[in-house]
């Protein structure tokens, strides 16, 4: 399905007849006309209010046609009909095409999961965006005002995607979420080229590969909070109980928390009930939890007792108050040296990472195993941060009040 009108300029959707779903044919015409580009945007929307899994409602994609009055193929697929993605799904895997998406970590594990397939050379355009100048977390809005100068609508965003049939309005709402995908992507691959951080820009992107949105039953309750101060024989509980609810929410495309909450759920790995009376008296366990899934959460704690108990973990390490300073002074120089590489600081370090680091080099421990310290964002600062760190090097505001780094016998450091 095709769009009149140049999409990548930016025209309104709502004057013309409107976008319409694909079927098999459409997707299979737009994917050959993918491969043979080389590339192709993809965006999604979804439900996972109330569910387990978020639900795939419809996907949007873009593909440059130079036989379309705008120069541009888009296709709305229905996530809840019987269409045959497969031709998509295969270039999605293939390295060999580039997708072009947005924000795009969330899209990439339900495409994933739904359409059973792996996602390789991602180019996401927010990523993308905070190498090249704008801030790292800016959304599609604006990224398009501010790189494309275009306005896209937002009239449809939050909305019932998995009510059929769908609107006119929110038909043309997703078609304009892809629409501009593309003459973003070449924006900002431009800039990124002629920056020299187009590749440290792809790094980023290849992280998003392994996005998933599935859990592992067994691993779950060391997410519960306050699960580190249960001893041996609760925690063995709190991963049986854990486990149990991760099962049962799954099987009924549910929401965990409507199995039981996270906080009763701890109390009984806590005091671990042995018959319903003293099941029904922990908080959090309504009557009704009681007698649907009351024989089977006592069987669950019973299990969980005689398994072997779980010790604690071993106390993390945590930043002392002397700390703080050099955390400061550690952030004034990954903000100096963001600023010179025209790379937004929130994609160096987190305060968390620099704690880290900051713990290790004071207790003269090995590098923590933090992003800071790898890749490109160790070839931007992880030299520096390290000669500060070990007293070889010292911050000082040089000419035009720019920080840099100075060597401990005054000369100044580029």
Known sequence: MSLAGDMRAGPSLAGSAGPSLADGAEVAAAAALARARGRFAIDTEFISEGRYRALLCLTQVAVDDPEQPGGLRMILIDGLAEVDVRPLSALLADPQVEVILHAGRQDVAILRRAWQ?????????????????????????????????????????????????????????????????????????????????????????????????????????????????????????????????????????????????????????????????????????????????????????????????????????????????????????????????????????????LEQIIGAARQSEPEPDVRTLHGWRRELVGSDLEDLLSGHTAVAVGEHGRLVLRSVDGRARA
């Open 117 to 353: 397939t792996e996602i390789n050379r991602i180019f996401d355009t927010q990523i993308a965006a905070g190498f090249a100048g704008e801030p790292a977390q800016a959304g599609y809005g604006n990224l398009i005002g501010s790189v494309l100068g275009e306005r896209v609508g937002k009239t449809a965003s939050y909305t019932r995607w998995d009510a059929r049939p769908l609107t006119a309005e929110q038909l043309s709402y997703a078609a304009e979420d892809v629409a501009h995908l593309l003459a973003l992507a070449d924006q900002l691959q431009r800039r990124l080229h002629q920056s020299g951080r187009l590749q440290w820009a792809l790094e980023e992107c290849r992280r998003l590969e392994s996005a998933s949105d599935e859990r592992d039953p067994e691993l779950v309750w060391e997410r519960l909070p306050r699960v580190n101060q249960l001893d041996g024989r609760a925690r063995a509980v709190a991963r049986r109980l854990a486990a149990w609810r991760e099962r049962t929410a799954s099987n009924a495309d549910r929401p965990v928390g409507s199995v039981l909450q996270d906080a009763a759920l701890v109390e009984l790995a806590k005091r671990h009930p042995s018959d319903v009376h003293a099941l029904s008296q922990i908080r959090g366990v309504h009557q009704s939890i009681v007698r649907r899934r009351g024989d089977v959460i006592l069987a669950t704690i019973r299990q969980g007792l005689e398994d072997p108990p779980i010790p604690r973990e071993p106390h993390r390490r945590r930043s002392e108050p002397a700390d703080s300073s050099l955390i400061a002074l550690a952030e004034a120089l990954l903000r100096a040296r963001a600023i010179e590489a025209g790379v937004a600081y929130e994609l160096i370090a987190s305060r968390s990472e």
